[in-house]
């Protein structure tokens, strides 16, 4: 069954703590994203990968931070630094990375109180 | 820099009306454009694609135009369903170091009553 697997789909958190979401995908593609979603704000792109072991910060990665040491897997870690943890996250795909389209995971959403 | 305005919602809508949200951009070169949905609690899903001027997308019912002359494309359904009650984004790909990357508006949440 081909897809993109993001668990768990909701974490809670105390401040302070770091934590990693997971995203895999079975669908061989190259390049994998992630956004954070807030209410009203769209989506805003955390950090991407095109290739295994390299990766680029997006618009807002500043408290974040991402591995790519296999290609089926690109897990985000939303560190302490990070004031406004709380929000939904999506993992996207890109078949490679001219394509044009995206596909993404059921999202996880993690609370920070 | 590239972005995407989407008409700010919420639309409510009753069933079997007809559906326009306005989205509009602004890009160097020739963007593709697209609008996805997303349903309560998931991730996004495509709903429909146009890669270049004069393209129409079409998908379960909706379509949309890719204008050049307006930097449009709204998306249209005749008659909506209960069921297309969700999140509608509209975005645009932009080239940026050899790679395409998207750019999302805000999102139109749609809400449909029977």
């Known amino acids: 069954d081909g897809g993109i697997t993001q668990s768990p789909k909701y974490l809670f958190r105390k401040e302070g703590q770091n934590v990693t979401l997971s995203c895999e995908q079975n669908l061989n593609h190259d390049a994998m994203y992630w956004y954070r979603q807030d209410p009203g704000q769209g989506l805003r792109l955390i950090y991407y990968s095109q290739i295994v072991n390299d990766f680029q910060k997006g618009d807002i990665a500043e408290g974040y931070s991402v591995s790519r040491e296999k290609k089926e897997s690109f897990p985000l870690t939303v560190t302490s630094a990070q004031k406004n943890p709380t929000a939904f996250y999506l993992c996207?795909?890109?078949?490679?990375?001219?394509?044009?389209?995206?596909?993404f995971g059921p999202g996880t959403r993690l609370t920070v109180t | 820099g590239d972005s995407v305005t989407q008409m700010e919602g919420p639309v409510t809508l009753s069933e079997e009306a007809f559906l326009t949200i306005n989205c509009t951009y602004t890009?160097?070169?020739?963007?593709?454009l697209f609008w996805y949905v997303q349903y309560p609690g998931e991730g996004l899903q495509l709903l429909l694609k146009?890669?270049?001027?004069?393209d129409k997308g079409s998908n379960k019912g909706f379509e949309a135009t890719y204008r050049k002359e307006t930097t449009s494309f709204h998306l249209e359904k005749g008659s909506v369903q209960v069921s297309d009650s969700a999140v509608y984004f509209c975005?645009?790909?932009?080239?940026?170091?050899?790679?395409?990357?998207?750019?999302f508006g805000k999102g139109t949440k749609l809400t449909v009553n029977p």
């Open positions: 975005a645009l790909s932009v080239s940026q170091g050899g790679s395409e990357k998207l750019v």
């Open positions: 996207a795909t890109q078949p490679t990375v001219s394509s044009y389209e995206q596909y």
């Open positions: 890009a160097t070169g020739y963007p593709s």
């Open positions: 146009a890669t270049k001027a004069d």
